[in-house]
């Protein structure tokens, strides 16, 4: 039986392709899965090509850390997992050659060295790619080495108890594993030599790192494995969860984009919902004929249903299609930010375009479609019999049931989906009830219009037919409403998003670090930066201290056992203090130093620091075994990692002293902005009598390149780090992603005007019923097309104002909540979207009833009966 | 058979052997039994009873005539003998099956393949082919698929050549054709025809109805046919008229009465 109800489903959607409403619905679906498809893939090529080149700059998938050599049997666990594994050694040690000494920072890299991209190396030839390290008994330079050592290709240096030979200059690594803990110069070597050298023993500062690369499955496998790990201490990263930061400019664009394409999906589910109307109001005789011939009911809605799926599944893979094809052009747009070649497509996205196509069929056809079931087998003696519509509650019931239920496929979130869905059908409430006092209000308005000019005589007539079908009237303005709101809020978003990114990276972002300037060499340097640089970051003095205990415990202890391996507790954390909080941070929780903190002694920081003794917080130092701690201001971020607030205490261990600190203020900052940031901040008068060092940010305008040159003569132990490279590509990422939101914008003014489409294709035949009257009463083609103009105006114009309300209220609770922007008032939106709702709807509704007025009366108040 | 109807008139020139002899189809099982039905209908505050305590009984193999004025609830009673609609009070039994015991679904499985339609509108479905047409029933019935059988009615109608026409394709008489022989492919045992000439010129009306009694004839299948021309209900086996909600016996005149006009 079933066999059969497919085939009679399959044979009539043949043919019924050639309806204006299964037309709709097919443009309604296939925009659907079009836009949530291209998305889709595009965001998940996007994501799986970004995890690719975190693992690239971590150096693999997974790399584990400590100052142990790591055991054979967590090597065979990795490697039974599926992992391929890469050895190395990093320390920091004195390399010489002819008296000439300078620490470097060590890394010793195995065969397998390095698992993803290449290194550019001189080998005296011009800048080469390799993907290898060193052979044993050589090694290769960082060229600050080179400089400061003064060697060349060729020349060998001691590196503890063993010699080497130079034979590369290092410009970049293909990772950046190892780090760059001390800034001192890279010297890269073969792991065969690490014995060699004598370098290992016991006490000695060296780090011990297995990078491992391997599918995502395998890093799933070990997620137990490295739990453990973590809580012995080892420190972990692992490419999903410590890859760089993505940035929030690229972070907003993929909310964007998955905003824009649920805005598709919706726009695409009332034209579905509309047309359905009409396709099942076509349908109505079919169905009471099959009734009459002994279908069930059952029956009837598997035949409908399998037509209507049927449709689906061929709008889904035409959608699928169009998605693949528009991601291919997302990427395109991007391909020169994208530094690597992103994997292939995946087939989930494809699966979700079904999937969407399905879902948004039985959402917004569903309970329309179940109307065909109610059908009476009497209708085919008696044609007027159809059965009730179902309640508008039920229809927009289900709607947003699905609708909610992709909000949370998409996002992730179900609170999220729960909290929009409320919001949603609330405003959809209220919606009705202002669009019903507004269409009132405004026919009100229109009859007043005495005149007998054509035009206001066309739209006396036109609002009173707007009039006469209230409801239908109403649930078409809720529609466009609907449609011009999310037109709307698709545009401005972008506008506001873009502006925001310019804001974001100024020209005179800085875009050197200088860093290890010691302080003697403060002023002299300021001097010389200052007058030729167009932007310049404090001066913030740096003291290097680790964390010895929390709260009194050992820091392992008081953690949560995943940050047991955490790099800040492992590492030297930079430390600076300021008495003012630092340009782009902003304290969250707790309060700034107050005065009485910062010892009445705000400047001690710029003054002398050998002068500063004995003031402000140096007191409390001295007294600190027994006395207050030291208040400090810690990132938020860090705070949450290792579940530190207000009022907990943390033990730094500088130099030989220890420092009992208590946080008083938490602070967020801005990691994307190109300054010199800091996780701890001190009060005044604590670390200066530390050895320091200082860290400005500055941006050197094209024309004084050459101050560099002048820099490492003059200033040759600071370091200087040009992020022009980065700095471009941040700048890259937003140009182009940019684009990529243009395309998507695009896409969902498309599924807006499928809306117009569809709804007005479902309302001709009413209209046409009218026009006839209006013709049979003597009105002339030019008197018809007026009042339908002026009725489609009307109502363009009202939705276009419903449209402008929404939109403004969604935008700012939008920038609040989820964009993090600030937000303010579009008056162009009050002015354009009535207007423009107006002209584009009169101009399409008057367009699509052209071929109503060309017909005889009589074929349009169905006189000549079933055709 | 009825207790307030007499005795159906039998048209001499009726040659149906089968059932000559057995005026009362009641004795035998009837195809269809209505006892004492009533259709009321509230329009607004008022009750309306279209249908009051109507009695009939066809016997299987019968042709039967319902006539009556326009408004006289003739379609009211053709839904309600087809069991598309339900009486307000009385019982329906159709092929032995008491209809009040069906839900909407019990009463649609019933009729699939066991009752015909023929309509005065057509009711073609304008998307499908004049065989699609035609096989429509047949694939609600347990013999899906038989393409062959519909070909065959449709070359029984005279069609055989128009097959792959859509109906609007056809003219008004085709399509009729194409109605009847849907009505005729699942071999019902029951056919409704509803004015099947009312849309129709008098030629093309007389052609359709010569084919509709043959066909009739030669499956020996029941005949209901609601009409308010007189010429064609002689051509039954049996008149009724239906009036002030009741029907009676009736022989109708050579011409057409007057109220018979729609």
């Not at chain 1, 599926?82 to 010793?108: E, N, T």
């Not at chain 1, 780090?179 to 890269?188: K, Q």
């Not at chain 2, 048209?11 to 039994?33: C, E, F, K």
Request: hydrophobic share 45%; aromatic share 6%; with cysteine.
């Amino acid at each position: 039986m079933s066999d059969v109800n497919w085939r009679l489903a399959m044979r009539s959607l043949r043919r019924d392709l050639r309806a204006a409403d299964v037309r709709a619905l097919f443009i309604a679906l296939v925009l659907a899965v079009a836009a949530s498809t291209m998305i889709a893939f595009f965001l998940d090529r996007l994501e799986r090509g970004l995890e690719r080149q975190a693992g690239q700059m971590l150096g693999g998938d997974l790399v584990l850390e400590q100052r142990d050599p790591f055991s054979e049997e967590l090597r065979e666990r990795l490697e039974n997992a599926g992992f391929v594994l890469s050895d190395q050694v990093d320390l920091v040690s004195m390399i010489s050659r002819d008296g000439r000494f300078q620490p470097a920072s060590i890394k010793a890299v195995d065969e397998v060295y390095p698992h993803y991209g290449a290194s550019s190396v001189d080998f005296g030839n011009g800048t080469e790619q390799i993907a290898s390290g060193p052979a044993p008994g050589e090694a290769w330079a960082d060229p600050r080495l080179i400089e400061l050592v003064e060697i060349e290709l060729g020349d060998r240096v001691q590196v503890g108890q063993t010699e080497l030979e130079i034979t590369g200059i290092i410009e970049r690594e293909a990772d950046q594993s190892g780090g760059f803990s001390n800034f001192n110069p890279r010297l890269m070597i073969n792991t065969a030599d690490v014995e060699a050298t004598g370098l290992v023993q016991e006490g000695s500062r060296i780090e011990f790192e297995i990078l491992a690369a391997g599918p995502p499955e395998a890093l799933e496998q070990v997620q137990g494995l490295l739990a453990e790990l973590r809580r012995d201490g080892v420190e972990v990263r692992d490419v999903r969860v410590d890859r760089p930061q993505l940035g929030n400019a690229l972070q907003r664009a993929e909310s964007y984009l998955g905003l824009a394409g649920l805005a598709a999906v919706l726009l695409a589910g009332v034209a579905v919902a509309m047309s359905t109307r009409r396709y099942v109001e076509r349908h109505l005789d079919t169905a009471a004929l099959l009734r009459c011939f002994g279908a069930s009911q059952r029956q009837l809605v598997t035949i409908f249903s399998l037509q209507l799926m049927g449709l689906a599944l061929v709008a889904a893979v035409i959608g699928a299609l169009l998605g693949l094809i528009g991601q291919a052009v997302l990427i395109w747009l991007l391909v020169s930010f994208l530094p690597m070649t992103l994997p292939p497509p995946g087939l989930m996205p494809l699966g979700l375009g079904v999937f969407t196509a399905l879902a948004v069929l039985v959402g917004f056809a569903g309970p329309t479609l179940l109307r065909i079931k109610r059908v009476s087998a009497l209708k085919v003696l008696r044609r007027e019999l159809d059965p009730l519509p179902p309640s508008a509650w039920l229809v927009v019931g289900v709607a947003s049931l699905v609708f909610g239920g992709l909000l949370w496929l998409y996002s992730g979130s179900l609170p999220l989906a729960i909290a929009l869905l409320i919001g949603g059908a609330a405003l959809l409430g209220v919606l009705w009830m202002i669009s019903a006092l507004l269409l009132s209000g405004l026919l009100r308005v229109v009859q007043r219009f005495s005149g007998s000019s054509e035009w206001s005589q066309a739209l006396r007539l036109g609002g009173r037919q707007l009039a006469r079908r209230r409801q239908a009237g109403l649930g078409q303005l809720l529609a466009f409403s609907v449609t011009f709101f999310a037109m709307a809020m698709i545009v401005l978003v972008r506008g506001d998003l873009l502006s925001t990114w310019q804001d974001q990276l100024p020209d005179n972002t800085p875009n050197y670090f200088a860093i290890n300037i010691q302080p003697s060499e403060r002023d002299p340097f300021d001097a010389a930066v200052s007058p030729r640089v167009e932007t310049q970051s404090t001066l913030y003095p740096m003291v290097r201290g680790r964390v010895i205990s929390i709260n009194g415990q050992p820091p392992g202890d008081a953690v949560p056992p995943d940050a047991r391996g955490d790099n800040s507790l492992r590492r030297e954390l930079n430390l600076t203090w300021q008495s003012e909080v630092p340009e782009g941070n902003a304290v969250v929780a707790g309060e700034w130093f107050s005065p009485a903190q910062l010892g009445g002694d705000a400047n001690s920081e710029e003054g002398n620091e050998e002068g500063s003794e004995g003031q402000g917080w140096m007191s409390a130092v001295e007294a600190t075994r027994q006395a207050a701690p030291v208040p400090i201001s810690v990132e938020d971020g860090l705070a949450e990692r290792l579940g530190l607030g207000i009022g907990d205490e943390m033990t730094f261990s500088v130099g030989s002293d220890e420092i009992t600190t208590q946080i008083t203020s938490l602070r967020s900052l801005n990691w994307d902005s190109f300054q010199p940031n800091f996780f701890v901040i001190f009060p005044p008068g604590v670390l200066e009598q530390f050895g320091h060092s200082y860290i400005t940010a500055f941006h050197l305008p094209e024309t004084e390149q050459g101050l560099i040159r002048e820099l490492i003569t003059d200033f040759p132990g600071v370091s200087l780090l040009n992020v022009d490279a980065i700095l471009g590509q941040v700048r890259d990422v937003l140009g182009q992603v940019t684009r990529a939101v243009e395309l998507v914008l695009a896409l969902v003014l498309l599924a807006g005007v499928s809306v117009l489409y569809a709804a007005l294709t479902a309302s001709l035949p009413v209209r046409a019923h009218e026009s006839g009257l209006l013709r049979v009463f003597g009105a002339g083609s030019k008197m018809i097309s007026r009042v339908q103009g002026a009725e489609y105006a009307l109502l363009g114009f009202a939705s276009g104002l419903m449209g402008a309300v929404l939109a403004e209220l969604t935008t700012a609770a939008l920038y609040i909540f989820l964009l993090d922007l600030t937000p303010r008032l579009h008056v162009g939106l009050w002015v354009f979207l009535p207007i423009g709702g107006a002209v584009l709807i009169g101009v399409i509704g008057h367009a699509l009833s052209r071929g109503l007025r060309r017909q005889a009366p009589a074929a349009s108040l169905g006189l000549l009966g079933e055709a | 058979m009825s207790s307030e109807s007499p005795r159906s008139e039998r048209q001499p020139d009726n040659d149906n052997q089968a059932l000559s002899d057995i005026p009362q189809g009641a004795v035998r099982h009837p195809v269809l039994h209505a006892d004492k039905l009533s259709k009321k209908v509230t329009s607004g505050e008022r009750s309306l009873t279209i249908l009051h305590d109507l009695s009939l009984s066809v016997a299987a193999g019968e042709s039967v005539a319902i006539l009556g004025k326009s408004g006289a609830g003739k379609s009211t009673l053709l839904g309600l003998l087809a069991g598309l609609d339900t009486p307000s009070d009385g019982e329906l039994t159709l092929f032995g099956h008491a209809l009040s015991r069906l839900d909407e679904d019990g009463r649609a499985a019933l009729r699939a393949g066991r009752v015909g339609f023929v309509f005065q509108n057509f009711q073609l479905l304008p998307t499908l082919s004049a065989l699609e047409n035609v096989m429509l029933p047949l694939e609600l019935s347990p013999r899906a698929g038989e393409t062959q059988t519909a070909a065959q009615w449709l070359e029984r109608v005279g069609l055989g050549e128009r097959v792959n026409h859509l109906p609007k394709q056809l003219s008004g008489g085709e399509q009729q054709r194409v109605a009847v022989a849907r009505a005729f492919v699942t071999d019902p045992e029951l056919v409704f025809a509803d004015e099947p000439t009312g849309n129709l010129d008098p030629d093309t009306g007389a052609q359709i109805i010569d084919l509709l009694f043959t066909l009739n004839r030669e499956a020996g299948t029941t005949l209901i046919l609601v009409t308010h021309d007189h010429a064609l209900a002689r051509r039954c086996d049996r008149c009724l008229r239906l009036d002030h909600g009741k029907l009676e016996a009736f022989v109708p005149t050579a011409a057409p009465i007057d109220e018979g006009t729609q």
